[in-house]
């Protein structure tokens, strides 16, 4: 991975991240006026549970090297969504270990967080 921080990151890697934290930011705050911290809290660890995969996704395999072959691209990208889908099971299986967490939130923080993703890929922001 280092090596590749001194790439680019392709555009609409960044604009779906920065989308994610915007929304996630914004879920944050409707569920602290709907619920309380405690309700904010639950529906940020959801956001939290849909962008740190993504962003991991997307800071190891979203750089742009035009050395890399076809073949190591869809080999980085099968990889890279293998963890991704590993690493957001750590993730709420440590969300579930808190039992302050409010389940509905959390998974309407997920949800949303993650929709925002596929909204990007349908729309391309």
Same mark, same amino acid.
Not at 3 to 19: N, Q
Not at 88 to 109: D, I, K, W
Not at 110 to 118: K, M, N, P, Q, S
């Given at each position: 991975m280092?090596?590749? @921080?001194?790439?680019?990151? =392709?555009g #609409?890697?960044? !604009?779906?991240?920065?989308?994610q934290?915007?929304?996630?930011?914004?879920? #944050?705050? /409707? &569920? =602290?006026?709907? #619920? #309380?911290w405690?309700?904010a809290?639950?529906?940020?660890a959801g956001?939290?549970?849909a962008f740190i *995969?993504?962003? $991991?996704?997307?800071?190891r $395999?979203?750089?742009?090297d035009p050395?890399?072959?076809?073949?190591?691209? /869809? !080999? &980085?990208?099968?990889v890279g969504?293998?963890?991704k889908?590993?690493?957001?099971?750590?993730l709420? $299986?440590l969300?579930?270990q $808190?039992r302050?967490?409010e389940? @509905? *939130?959390?998974?309407?923080?997920?949800?949303?967080? @993650?929709?925002? =993703?596929?909204?990007?890929?349908?729309?391309?922001?």
């Amino acid at each position: 991975m280092p090596e590749m @921080l001194g790439g680019r990151l =392709y555009g #609409g890697v960044r !604009r779906i991240i920065r989308w994610q934290l915007i929304v996630m930011v914004v879920c #944050g705050a /409707v &569920a =602290y006026i709907a #619920g #309380g911290w405690k309700t904010a809290i639950s529906a940020s660890a959801g956001g939290l549970i849909a962008f740190i *995969p993504n962003a $991991f996704f997307a800071l190891r $395999f979203g750089f742009f090297d035009p050395t890399r072959s076809a073949r190591d691209i /869809v !080999r &980085a990208f099968y990889v890279g969504e293998s963890m991704k889908l590993v690493l957001t099971g750590v993730l709420f $299986f440590l969300a579930f270990q $808190f039992r302050e967490l409010e389940f @509905l *939130p959390l998974f309407s923080g997920f949800i949303v967080a @993650l929709g925002v =993703y596929w909204i990007a890929l349908l729309q391309r922001i």
